[in-house]
């Protein structure tokens, strides 16, 4: 069978029908003004502002906007990018937008390339106690997509019967509602969920203006959540990093404010570069560091994770030296392209040798570079396959194997 088991196409024709005007008239703001940013932070932020960087030494390859790499790259008309234009445009090419476009960093800015390719090991269990707050984590999330209410409220239910107890509600699906409305319906106690939402305010410019669109963010979740009566979250994520460190820090004042008043438990990034994070942990006014950073990470990107570059278990070690998981968005491929007829084939051999089926290796796979995935389905059965994978290791052979399906990069 073919190993998307059909989840990420279905998911992308509903997705290519959306619009990709954002979501409903926000909720007042949340906690009051946004602070005045003071002198000193306002001289580091400008003196350590990411600016786009041209060095002497011929850029590593790997997946850039406009390289004529495997794929031809669609970059958006707008300088602005969300996950929403990621799930509407398949083939991948917005990977590499979604990150040179929110940020002033070169897409090739790969830290992760010089670090030792096996360095990372395979989390013992199914989940991971996180750093900076972020308590123990299930390796598997369902993430939802962009689809009406209803639909999540079903979909989560049916995930919640599979089993599944991570879920990230991304903003830009626009159905938390929907989402909340199940878990309440569900009578699972609460303690035993872990729950990530999500803020979308990488087009705000300056740091007030990109702590209040945060803020407000903030408060958007907690409406939307309140209708199930999730009155805190174990996660917020900032969906994508502003174009400059002083909007980065505007959103990131934002989120450690919503931590103090007692929303969430813990913060979190994705799509960020190191550049980005960096900016977060150097600046000296910041008392809370993400534990997550979603990033696009499968076996088709592999050695092309945009702004990382470098093999998968690299890309892993120099978030986990930042004291970041990388949880991987797009895990079977979907919205990042469909997997080649290469690694379909090399997953389905080495998933018969385990019992297993092709998906499951690829996820696997992810499990065994030092990540947790997010997924999607509507189908218990994919729901139980995804969390089915914990009950093997896969011999060091079978590993080279699929790290060098994209060629000698991958393990570098």
């Not at 949340?30 to 502002?49: E, H």
């Not at 940020?103 to 992760?112: D, I, N, R, T």
């Not at 040798?353 to 218990?380: D, H, M, N, P």
Request: charge should be neutral.
């Amino acid at each position: 069978s073919n190993l998307q088991m059909q989840r990420g196409m279905g998911v992308l024709l509903m997705v290519a029908l959306c619009a990709a005007a954002l979501y409903p008239t926000p909720a007042a703001a949340f906690l009051g003004p946004a602070p005045m940013m003071g002198r000193v932070r306002a001289a580091r932020a400008s003196a350590s502002n990411l600016q786009m960087q041209s060095g002497d030494s011929e850029p590593p390859q790997v997946w850039v906007p406009g390289s004529s790499q495997e794929q031809s790259l669609w970059l958006p008309p707008s300088s602005h990018v969300n996950r929403r234009d990621a799930l509407r445009y398949s083939a991948g090419s917005v990977l590499a937008a979604a990150t040179a476009a929110s940020s002033p960093l070169p897409a090739y800015a790969a830290q992760g390339r010089d670090l030792p390719s096996l360095a990372s090991q395979a989390p013992k269990g199914n989940s991971v106690k996180l750093s900076n707050g972020g308590g123990k984590f299930p390796l598997v999330s369902f993430g939802l997509q962009v689809y009406d209410d209803e639909t999540a409220r079903k979909n989560t239910l049916i995930a919640l019967d599979a089993g599944v107890r991570n879920f990230f509600a991304s903003v830009l699906a626009g159905n938390q509602i929907g989402f909340a409305k199940a878990i309440k319906e569900s009578g699972i106690p609460r303690e035993e969920l872990y729950i990530c939402g999500s803020v979308v305010s990488n087009r705000a410019k300056g740091f007030d203006a990109a702590y209040k669109s945060t803020a407000k963010g903030c408060a958007e979740n907690m409406k939307a959540f309140g209708v199930g009566g999730i009155d805190y979250l174990d996660q917020i994520m900032l969906d994508y990093p502003c174009q400059d460190t002083i909007g980065v820090l505007g959103q990131w004042k934002a989120f450690e404010d919503m931590k103090e008043a007692g929303l969430t438990k813990s913060l979190s990034v994705s799509n960020f570069s190191p550049e980005q994070i960096d900016c977060l942990l150097n600046d000296e006014d910041v008392k809370t560091y993400p534990c997550v950073n979603q990033l696009p990470f499968n076996l088709q990107v592999n050695g092309k994770v945009p702004g990382w570059g470098g093999s998968a278990v690299a890309v892993v070690q120099s978030n986990r030296d930042r004291n970041c998981l990388v949880q991987a968005w797009a895990p079977l491929g979907a919205s990042t392209g469909r997997f080649s007829k290469k690694i379909q084939t090399a997953c389905r051999t080495v998933g018969e040798k385990y019992g297993k089926s092709g998906s499951q290796i690829a996820l696997r796979w992810i499990v065994e570079s030092g990540a947790a995935f997010t997924t999607s389905s509507s189908s218990k059965k994919h729901f139980e396959e995804d969390l089915d994978i914990f009950d093997f290791t896969m011999d060091p052979q079978d590993m080279l194997t699929l790290n060098t399906l994209m060629g000698r990069v991958s393990v570098q």
